[in-house]
């Protein structure tokens, strides 16, 4: 990233401005963060953000063109792409029927957004996961680490210490029932303070300090290699306030999608998004439609939609490249995100008096 900043795609006025405060990397720049630059050179905080987006794009580009890098670069064979594919693992959601649906969970390398109207159980699922990424090989799990990013607000520390405490007393009667010794050593770090400790939480409160910590994130996932699920609760909470400049929205949501592609190949993570829902007017009915708008419906590899049947809730697969459309039920259960459980079956009176094992009364008897 040692580009120097007058050899960057940038119109001249702006470079100018930027050889003039005395900035001469394009390293330097992203230091800066968009906040430090808008100050710096007198910029509005978009304009600064667009231009660290030109900024970051093209360092990766040059490290993609440059021997032994990664990137657009790389040549590979199909068989070599289905092979990889198979070998990347799932995050299972402890629901069964939604982990069927998916192809057996939620996919390393793959971007998946969860849509649904307040109350439905998105941040439920999204917290479920950050602990099930964290499950050690021996169960099925990836051994992972999570990153979780809250636009909102939803994060609740006290339901994740519920959700964790369940998942580990589940391994815990596998490793009873099982006797295997890799179970029983695995469970000797697999406890709620290292799930605890392995959830990196930030708190972003607009879309400035989305951006910027989406696009700082490679930095820090550099630093933790073990993470493998990035979560951001409320993609579009930032962006449906304040903005008269649709097109500038539109550009910025297009580089935010795009270096989140980047982060899920990249570092072998699972990015999961949440979106609201929104009124599409037609002639003559609304329907009810994942905000941020048809352009945005491209950036996810996978969109779950979370809605309501009466009082069940129910999860429609409304987009993948591999599995067909679905919908199943789901519960939202004190130990997390459950299968539906069938109602258990009872007997009545009429049952009982004709069971065969007993001997019936008569009137004497009574």
């Known amino acids: 990233m040692q580009r ?3 050899a960057l795609p940038l119109a001249p006025a702006l470079r100018a401005r930027l050889v003039a405060a005395g900035f001469q990397t394009a390293q330097e ?24 987006q030109v900024v970051r794009q093209e360092c990766q580009g040059a490290a993609a063109r440059s021997p032994g890098g990664s990137g657009a670069t790389r040549k590979c064979t199909a068989l070599e792409l ?11 959601t402890f629901c069964s029927a939604l982990d069927n649906i998916l192809g057996g969970g939620v996919q390393l390398t793959k971007i998946t957004e969860i849509c649904g109207a307040p109350g439905v159980g998105k941040t439920q699922l999204c917290m479920q996961l950050a602990v099930d990424v964290q499950i050690p090989e021996c169960f099925g799990g990836v051994a992972g680490e999570a990153v979780f990013i809250d636009t909102e607000g939803s994060f609740m520390v006290d339901r994740v210490v519920d959700i964790a405490t369940a998942c580990v007393q589940h391994c815990q009667l ?3 029932a099982h006797q295997e010794e890799d179970h ?16 990196y939480y930030f708190r972003c409160r607009d879309y400035v300090e989305l951006l910027a910590q989406v696009y700082l994130l490679p930095d820090f996932l550099s630093e933790h290699p073990k993470v493998r699920l990035v ?9 449906r306030h304040d903005f008269e400049d649709l097109s500038l ?33 037609g002639q003559n009915q609304s329907t009810l439609v994942p905000a941020l708008g048809e352009s945005w419906g491209h950036a996810a590899t996978v969109r779950l939609i979370f809605h309501w049947d009466n009082s069940q809730r129910l999860a429609t697969l409304y987009k993948s490249p591999s599995q067909k459309e679905s919908t199943i039920p789901y519960h939202i259960t004190s130990q997390g995100f459950r299968d539906v459980q069938p109602p258990a079956v009872t007997q009545n009176a009429e049952d009982t008096e004709m069971n065969p094992r007993k001997r019936p009364r008569r009137e004497e008897e009574k």
């Open 231 to 239: 979560v951001v609760d409320g993609i579009a909470f930032p962006f």
């Open 82 to 92: 289905l092979e990889e594919e198979q070998a990347q693992g799932f995050i299972i």
């Open 174 to 176: 596998i490793a009873e």
């Open 184 to 199: 029983v050593k695995a469970l000797e770090t697999f406890s709620l303070e290292s799930i605890l400790s392995h959830i």
């Open 4 to 6: 120097a900043v007058g």
């Open 29 to 52: 720049l992203l230091e800066t963060g968009p906040c430090g630059l808008s100050k710096e050179i007198g910029i509005s905080k978009e304009e600064a953000l667009e231009v660290l």
């Open 249 to 281: 929205r539109t550009r910025l949501l297009n580089g935010l999608a795009q270096q989140l592609i980047i982060i899920a190949n990249d570092h072998k993570a699972a990015v999961v998004l949440t979106n609201q829902m929104t009124t599409r007017i």
